[in-house]
């Protein structure tokens, strides 16, 4: 049997203010051309499909046109809801869609019934179980003592009666705990959504959603496949890819990835303002179309950075400085002597406290002329 297994389109999301829509409907058609050099049985979408749990109407559209497209060829599509879905919006047709090879994730009920496929060594049963809370769990097992995600996920599986003579695959949206987080995610305090692996030990793959980076949790028969495009500059040196699942006969599995090329790459570049727009960085690469976090070493801020790089930088997403005043964090305190200094002095101890070097002669010329003309105005 063999699965492709992805998660995390967000489709509809801005990042930095930019659109990610052209992008998206970008790999969404070469992940169809890798389903069709794959040829698998199954295609797994384990939650956060969209970026909101209201989508806009483009968002809609092009998962809309994805699906028909996977509809069209001869395999079985699973789909659960993650925790930027509305679980209701997600189920929605589901009783149709499923005569048309597509299967989605009910809201949860305390009952989760597998969809069961058939190759040359028997059933596989596939679990859906979107993202849940403990206090969704808590619904329908008031019996059971359910204080925190790894309890609710427990009282999850044990319910799904798992036959473990079978193969099992569990699809579902959560935290394990050991994982490692990007920018892009949502966090909670204290890492209060943890899950602990061996609440898995039923299933002989568990495809999940929610964490960004690629990753095995423990074991490959635990993953996260990732997200088809990067989504924050905490991802640019990722490497995104279809993780491509084969289950042979019980106790036999192998992973392996296929990789992605985004339209346009995350990249970050450090310079003075000069450097960077001397072509030291884009000749002969694709930085004036990818999108960009630049980091400025200059001492004094350039004046409309931000516009004068994008003439270069076209998808100039994120824009900061490296220095002694941002490298350094002070706190200003009041001077004891304020009465006698002079409004310039004051300024000046002002001035070095926030950037951490004092006046330049021409910072200072000019700040005592516009101090007298203030005092003039005032006489």
Same mark, same amino acid.
């Given at each position: 049997?063999?699965?492709? #297994? $992805? !998660?995390?389109?967000?489709? +509809? =999301?801005?990042?930095?203010?930019?659109?990610?829509? @052209?992008?998206?409907?970008?790999? &969404?058609?070469?992940?169809?051309?890798?389903?069709?050099?794959?040829?698998?049985?199954?295609?797994?979408?384990?939650?956060?499909?969209?970026?909101?749990?209201?989508?806009?109407?483009?968002?809609?559209?092009?998962?809309?046109?994805?699906?028909?497209?996977?509809?069209?060829?001869?395999?079985?599509?699973?789909?659960?809801?993650?925790?930027?879905?509305?679980?209701?919006?997600?189920?929605?047709?589901?009783?149709?869609?499923?005569?048309?090879?597509? #299967? $989605? !994730?009910?809201?949860?009920? +305390? =009952?989760?019934?597998?969809?069961?496929?058939?190759? @040359?060594?028997?059933?596989?049963? &596939?679990?859906?179980?979107?993202?849940?809370?403990?206090?969704?769990?808590?619904?329908?097992?008031?019996?059971?003592?359910?204080?925190?995600?790894?309890?609710?996920?427990?009282?999850?599986?044990?319910?799904?009666?798992?036959?473990?003579?079978?193969?099992?695959?569990?699809?579902?949206?959560?935290?394990?705990?050991?994982?490692?987080?990007?920018?892009?995610?949502?966090?909670?305090?204290?890492?209060?959504?943890?899950?602990?692996?061996?609440?898995?030990?039923?299933?002989?793959?568990?495809?999940?959603?929610?964490?960004?980076?690629?990753?095995?949790?423990?074991?490959?028969?635990?993953?996260?496949?990732?997200?088809?495009?990067?989504?924050?500059?905490?991802?640019?040196?990722?490497?995104?890819?279809?993780?491509?699942?084969?289950?042979?006969?019980?106790?036999?599995?192998?992973?392996?990835?296929?990789?992605?090329?985004?339209?346009?790459?995350?990249?970050?570049?450090?310079?003075?303002?000069?450097?960077?727009?001397?072509?030291?960085?884009?000749?002969?690469?694709?930085?004036?179309?990818?999108?960009?976090?630049?980091?400025?070493?200059?001492?004094?801020?350039?004046?409309?950075?931000?516009?004068?790089?994008?003439?270069?930088?076209?998808?100039?997403?994120?824009?900061?400085?490296?220095?002694?005043?941002?490298?350094?964090?002070?706190?200003?305190?009041?001077?004891?002597?304020?009465?006698?200094?002079?409004?310039?002095?004051?300024?000046?101890?002002?001035?070095?406290?926030?950037?951490?070097?004092?006046?330049?002669?021409?910072?200072?010329?000019?700040?005592?002329?516009?101090?007298?003309?203030?005092?003039?105005?005032?006489?």
């Amino acid at each position: 049997m063999k699965l492709v #297994h $992805l !998660s995390d389109l967000h489709i +509809g =999301k801005r990042v930095n203010e930019f659109s990610m829509i @052209e992008d998206q409907q970008y790999i &969404l058609m070469q992940i169809l051309g890798i389903i069709d050099e794959v040829e698998p049985q199954g295609v797994i979408i384990a939650g956060d499909v969209y970026d909101k749990p209201v989508p806009s109407a483009e968002a809609v559209q092009l998962f809309d046109d994805f699906l028909y497209r996977l509809s069209k060829r001869n395999l079985q599509v699973l789909i659960i809801s993650g925790n930027h879905d509305s679980p209701e919006r997600i189920a929605f047709g589901s009783r149709l869609m499923s005569s048309q090879g597509i #299967h $989605l !994730s009910p809201v949860y009920s +305390g =009952k989760v019934e597998p969809v069961t496929l058939s190759d @040359e060594y028997g059933e596989v049963n &596939l679990y859906m179980l979107p993202f849940v809370k403990p206090a969704h769990v808590r619904r329908f097992f008031a019996d059971k003592e359910i204080a925190s995600y790894t309890d609710a996920m427990r009282v999850a599986v044990d319910n799904m009666n798992i036959d473990e003579s079978k193969r099992n695959v569990l699809i579902t949206h959560q935290f394990v705990t050991g994982a490692t987080r990007s920018e892009s995610e949502d966090i909670s305090v204290g890492g209060t959504d943890n899950v602990d692996v061996s609440v898995f030990d039923s299933f002989d793959y568990v495809a999940l959603g929610h964490l960004h980076s690629p990753q095995n949790c423990k074991s490959e028969r635990v993953r996260y496949c990732g997200t088809p495009l990067k989504y924050s500059f905490s991802e640019a040196n990722d490497k995104k890819s279809v993780t491509v699942v084969e289950l042979c006969e019980k106790g036999s599995l192998s992973i392996s990835t296929v990789p992605l090329t985004p339209m346009r790459d995350m990249k970050e570049i450090r310079g003075t303002y000069q450097e960077i727009m001397a072509k030291k960085f884009y000749k002969d690469t694709t930085y004036k179309t990818d999108y960009m976090h630049i980091t400025l070493t200059d001492e004094e801020d350039v004046p409309n950075a931000l516009g004068l790089l994008r003439t270069v930088y076209t998808n100039l997403m994120k824009l900061d400085y490296d220095n002694k005043r941002t490298r350094q964090s002070t706190s200003i305190t009041g001077a004891t002597d304020v009465e006698r200094k002079s409004p310039l002095e004051l300024f000046a101890d002002f001035y070095e406290e926030q950037n951490n070097q004092p006046m330049s002669d021409e910072q200072n010329a000019f700040m005592l002329e516009l101090i007298e003309e203030i005092w003039e105005d005032e006489e």
